[in-house]
């Protein structure tokens, strides 16, 4: 079946403008997360999803990210106002398990960049 | 607050050679560990898990890991080292309870040389 798909793959924004990023979960996909992952580090926890309740976003890192689910399917990552620092690959993963160590499987990511 | 420490960025193996990927983990609770692979342009795919069963776990592609509670050690191993493993590798540790936030290692860089 179909995995996680993110659009666009690649998006390169002015610095200032404002950038929308989706993610399209495995469907039936309980639980949605989003990462950042910054050249030649690991990911980085951004915020969380069970269906449509954003429960954890902790990781993000500043109000100008706002993360939605609002039919607790098809997820949008928002940045407003970008900074050179907002550049990194942003990956969503879905998982089938609310709770506890259920696999969480990744899409390929948004790659940013900020100019 | 949990948090690994992956000892190498980098790591060389002749083809046909063993793996073996080091990792060092701190969590305040029982923690559940993870193998993680990083292909170029591909997403990131599970390899292995450990949560409280067997303290050896068996993954894909022939890897596999040692739980050591004793040395918060969670090693990544694979007795033959094949081209297509040349990739980065993330060691990766989770809450055992509650939902699963993951937290990431830097990674390290396999090469494998013929």
């Known amino acids: 079946g179909a995995g996680v798909s993110q659009s666009p793959r690649y998006k390169v924004a002015k610095r200032g403008q404002d950038v929308a990023l989706r993610c399209d979960p495995i469907s039936g996909h309980v639980s949605l997360f989003w990462y950042q992952q910054a050249l030649g580090q690991g990911p980085e926890f951004l915020t969380y999803?069970?269906?449509?309740?954003?429960?954890?976003k902790s990781g993000l890192p500043s109000d100008r990210f706002f993360a939605e689910r609002p039919e607790g399917s098809v997820s949008t990552l928002k940045i407003q106002r970008t900074q050179q620092e907002d550049s990194a690959v942003y990956l969503c993963?879905?998982?089938?398990?609310?709770?506890?160590?259920?696999?969480?499987?990744f899409g390929p990511g948004t790659r940013l960049t900020v100019t | 607050a949990q948090s690994v420490t992956q000892l190498d960025s980098h790591v060389s193996v002749s083809e046909g050679t063993p793996v073996l990927l080091r990792c060092n983990y701190s969590s305040s609770y029982s923690p559940s560990l993870f193998w993680y692979v990083q292909h170029p342009n591909k997403g990131l795919q599970l390899l292995l898990k450990?949560?409280?069963?067997?303290?050896l776990v068996k993954g894909i592609n022939g890897f596999e890991a040692e739980f050591k509670k004793s040395e918060t050690s969670f090693h990544l191993t694979k007795p033959s080292a094949h081209m297509s493993d040349a990739a980065e590798y993330f060691c990766v540790v989770s809450e055992r309870t509650g939902f699963q936030k993951l937290v990431f290692g830097t990674g390290t860089r396999l090469l494998v040389s013929p």
């Open positions: 450990y949560t409280s069963a067997a303290t």
């Open positions: 999803f069970q269906n449509e309740a954003q429960l954890d």
């Open positions: 993963a879905s998982s089938l398990a609310r709770v506890g160590a259920g696999e969480q499987y």
